[in-house]
C-alpha cells in the first residue's frame, strides 16, 4: 500500500533503465564478481576499467576482455585520485560508475564507498547493501524487451529464479513484435503527417515508467477534430493495451499491412481468421459473459462454450488469462471498440456473427461481465432473433457486484448502506446521464465512467445549470470512493479516496483499463483512512492461492 499524497509507506529504490554508452566504468578487484560486472558493462556499450594488482589472480574471463583490448588493466592496487582521472575527457576526467568487489570485510570498501557519494559518483560494494548507492537487476532480454528483478539485496539470488519465472510465462517473439509494433507507429504518424492530420515531431514515448494515462479511454466524438485526427494512434495504443500478449507476439507484417488496409478503408475488421473446416449441422450462437477478469470466475457454462466454439467474437475488455482457455485451432476475433467507434464495432461484430452462423457454425460472443448489463446482450439477441436464431444467453459475474467484493467493499452493510444502484457513466453516443441523487444508505457504482471521472464529479457534487433540470440532493464532497481497476486479476488496483479528492487521485496515477467507481459510505467500512487524501492498493492474488490450496478429486472411472 502506498499513501499517494504523503510519500510512501515504506522506502523503495528508484528503478532505472541507464544509457551507459561510452561511459567509464571503474571495476576494483579480479574475482568472478569483477568479470561478470566488467562483461555486463561491455554489454551497455560502457568502457570497463579493472583495477588489480596481479595479472595471475585475473579471472579468465576478465582477463580474456583485458587482452582482447576490451577492458582497460590498470595493474596496481586503487588509489583515491582514480575516481578523477580515469573517466571521460567530457566530464572532468571523473568515473561515470564506480564496482568494488572486494566484500564488505575490506577496509578499501567503505572506504571507496564514501568517495564516490562525495563525488556524486554511482558505487555498488559487493555483500555490502549498505554502501552501495546503486544496484544491478537479474535482467531478461529479449529484443528492446528488458524485464529487471531486483530483491534489494535480500534475495539470496532468488532475484535470478524470479526473473525466470516471469521470462517463461511471456511468449516467445515478444521483442520482434515490440519491434514490429513500433514500427508501425511511426509508419501511422508519418502518414497522418503526411496528410496533414498531426504537426511537429514523431511523438515517442518518453519512458515506460507510466501508465495508460487517465484520458486513455476518453469518448472521440465526431466534432472533436483535434482528437479524430490521432484515431489510428488511439486505436494502436488500444490494440497494445488489449489484445492478449500471446496474440501481439504473432503478429506479423502481413497481419500489419491487412489491419492497416481495413482501416484505411473505413472497413474496421478484426484480423485474426484462421481458416477452419465449416460444419455441415445448424449453425449456433450464444451470448455469454466472461466475469470480471479471473478465468476461475468463468462459469462452467460459458468455458464449456468457448472449447466448443467454431468461431469467437471477443469483446477488447475480456482479458487474457480468458482468451488463453480458447483452443488454437477455433478462430478468433476481437472487437476493435475503441472511443469514438463503439457503434461501428458492433455493427460488423453483428453481421460477422450472423454470416457465420448462417453457414452452420457455432458462434460465441463473448462479452466481459454479463451480457445484459450493459454490455447490448439485449439487443443482440433481438438482432440475431429477427433474422431466426435465438441465441442462447449464459449469464457472466459483473463486477458492479464482484469488483466491490475483491477490494473488500460490501456493497451492503446494516446500518450503513441497504441498497445498491448500478449507474453507466456514459449515455448513447457519448451523452452524460443524469446522476442520481444522494441517498446516505446507499451504494453506487458506476460502470464506464472513468474515462469522464471529473466530468461526473462534478455533476453529482454541483447544482445543475441546465434549464429544466429535476430537483435532486446534491453528494456531500466528503462522501467516500474507491476507483477498483482489474478487479480479480493480479494487477487489480484499488484507490480508495472521497469525491473531493479522486479526481487528483486518478489523474496522479493513470488509468489501468477497465475500470469502475463505486461511491457511497460502504466504502469506507472495513478500510477507515487516515488523514490521506487517498491511499492505492496494488495486486490481488486470493483466486490464485485459493487454487493452489484446493485439492480436485480425481474420478478414476474418467481420469
Not at 219 to 248: F, G, H
Not at 309 to 336: G, M, N, Q, S
Not at 506 to 512: I, L
Request: hydrophobic fraction near 35%; aromatic fraction near 6%; charged fraction near 25%.
Amino acid at each position: 500500500m502506498k499513501d499517494a499524497s504523503s510519500g510512501s509507506a515504506a522506502q523503495i529504490p528508484l528503478l532505472a533503465s541507464i544509457n551507459a554508452d561510452s561511459q567509464v566504468h571503474l571495476i576494483i578487484g579480479s574475482n568472478p564478481l569483477a568479470a561478470a560486472r566488467c562483461t555486463r558493462s561491455l554489454q551497455a556499450g560502457a568502457k570497463p576499467v579493472v583495477i588489480a594488482p596481479d595479472f595471475e589472480s585475473l579471472q579468465h574471463t576478465l582477463a580474456a576482455h583485458i587482452e582482447n583490448g576490451s577492458a582497460q588493466w590498470v595493474h596496481r592496487d586503487f588509489q583515491d585520485e582514480d575516481l578523477t582521472t580515469l573517466g571521460r575527457e567530457e566530464v572532468d576526467h571523473v568515473v561515470d560508475m564506480v564496482f568494488v568487489t572486494l566484500g564488505a570485510s575490506n577496509p578499501l570498501s567503505p572506504h571507496i564507498a564514501k568517495l564516490c557519494r562525495r563525488l556524486r559518483v554511482p558505487v555498488n560494494v559487493s555483500d555490502a547493501p549498505d554502501l552501495c548507492t546503486f544496484s544491478l537487476l537479474s535482467t531478461y532480454s529479449d529484443g528492446p524487451l528488458r524485464v529487471g528483478i531486483t530483491t534489494s539485496g535480500r534475495g539470496c539470488k532468488l532475484a535470478s529464479r524470479l526473473k525466470r519465472e516471469i521470462s517463461s510465462m511471456l511468449p516467445p517473439n515478444l521483442g520482434n513484435a515490440i519491434d514490429r509494433l513500433g514500427t508501425i507507429r511511426k509508419r501511422l504518424w508519418e502518414e497522418d503527417f503526411a496528410a496533414g492530420l498531426c504537426d511537429g515531431g514523431f511523438d515517442v514515448d518518453e519512458d515506460d515508467s507510466t501508465g495508460q494515462k487517465h484520458t486513455f479511454n476518453s469518448l472521440v466524438t465526431e466534432d472533436d477534430v483535434n482528437t479524430a485526427k490521432t484515431r489510428r494512434m488511439r486505436w494502436l495504443s488500444q490494440i497494445c493495451e488489449y489484445w492478449p500478449l500471446r496474440k501481439l507476439a504473432a503478429i506479423t507484417d502481413s497481419d500489419i499491412d491487412s489491419i492497416l488496409q481495413e482501416y484505411s478503408s473505413g472497413n474496421v475488421k478484426t484480423t485474426d481468421v484462421n481458416g477452419t473446416q465449416l460444419p455441415t449441422s445448424k449453425g449456433k450462437i450464444i451470448l455469454a459473459g466472461s466475469g470480471p477478469g479471473h478465468p476461475d470466475l468463468l462459469t462452467r457454462a460459458t468455458l464449456k462454450a468457448i472449447q466448443d466454439a467454431d468461431i469467437i467474437l471477443a469483446d477488447k475488455l475480456v482479458p487474457a488469462p480468458v482468451l488463453e482457455l480458447i483452443p488454437r485451432r477455433t478462430e478468433v476475433h476481437i472487437a476493435r471498440k475503441f472511443p469514438g467507434n463503439a457503434d461501428q464495432a458492433q455493427e460488423e461484430f453483428l453481421r460477422m456473427g450472423l454470416d457465420a452462423v448462417q453457414k452452420g457454425r457455432r458462434v460465441l460472443r463473448l462479452k466481459q461481465g454479463d451480457p445484459y448489463l450493459y454490455g447490448r446482450g439485449g439487443e443482440e439477441l433481438e438482432f440475431f432473433r429477427a433474422e431466426g436464431y435465438t441465441p442462447v444467453v449464459l449469464p457472466g459475474i459483473t463486477s458492479a457486484l464482484s469488483a466491490p467484493s475483491f477490494a473488500e467493499i460490501p456493497a451492503t452493510h446494516r446500518g450503513v448502506s441497504d441498497q445498491v444502484l448500478v449507474c453507466t457513466g456514459t449515455g448513447r453516443k457519448g451523452a452524460a446521464p443524469e446522476p442520481p441523487t444522494y441517498v446516505p444508505t446507499q451504494t453506487v457504482v458506476f460502470l464506464m465512467a472513468l474515462h469522464r471521472l471529473s466530468a461526473l464529479i462534478e455533476s453529482l457534487t454541483t447544482p445543475s445549470t441546465e434549464e429544466g433540470a429535476r430537483p435532486r440532493t446534491l453528494w456531500p464532497k466528503e462522501t467516500p470512493c474507491s476507483i477498483i481497476e482489474r478487479a480479480s486479476c493480479s494487477d487489480q488496483r484499488v484507490i480508495r479516496s472521497t469525491l473531493e479528492h479522486v479526481c487528483q487521485a486518478f489523474e496522479t496515477e493513470g488509468s489501468r483499463p477497465p475500470g469502475l467507481l463505486v461511491v457511497g459510505a460502504s466504502c469506507h467500512v472495513l478500510h477507515k483512512p487516515n488523514d490521506e487524501k487517498w491511499i492505492v492498493e496494488e495486486g490481488f492474488r486470493d483466486l490464485d492461492e485459493l487454487r493452489n490450496t484446493i485439492k480436485v478429486p480425481v474420478n478414476n472411472e474418467t481420469s
